[in-house]
């Protein structure tokens, strides 16, 4: 059985930073693929960055672009975002997710269905 967990969200002022974990456990996790979603209210859930963990190689919405930053643990179960220069629209539910099975990160794409576990979300509210 997969598990996903995130933690680290928080308030933070505007232009400030917050820094999310995703540990993951129940699997061989060398070729899967991790992202981060969030989904503010009364909008769909949104993909913004994925991660392969054979390489390493990360995928951004330009949304986030240049401001955020995916990183992998040592262990290849978990992962970090880095969220730099943060803006009120960045408020949101932020949601880790995994895939185990081949071929990983699917597509360039960042979509719910390329994902089969999830974690519970925690929450980041920016305030201007």
């Known amino acids: 059985q997969v598990q996903v967990i995130e933690s680290g969200g928080g308030s933070v002022q505007a232009g400030g930073s917050l820094r999310l974990s995703c540990a993951a456990s129940?699997?061989?996790?060398?070729?899967?693929?991790m992202a981060w979603f969030r989904q503010a209210p009364g909008k769909e859930r949104e993909g913004i960055a994925q991660?392969?963990?054979?390489?390493?190689?990360?995928t951004y919405v330009d949304s986030v672009k240049g401001r955020f930053t995916l990183s992998l643990g040592s262990a290849k179960d978990t992962v970090y975002l880095q969220m730099n220069s943060l803006k009120p629209e960045d408020s949101a539910m932020y949601y880790c997710?995994?895939?185990?099975?081949?071929?990983?990160?699917?597509?360039?794409?960042?979509?719910?269905?390329?994902?089969?576990?999830w974690g519970q979300g925690t929450q980041v509210t920016v305030s201007s």
């Open positions: 997710a995994a895939e185990v099975l081949w071929p990983g990160c699917r597509s360039s794409n960042i979509e719910t269905s390329n994902f089969n576990h």
């Open positions: 129940g699997s061989p996790f060398e070729h899967s693929c």
């Open positions: 991660i392969y963990t054979n390489g390493a190689k990360t």
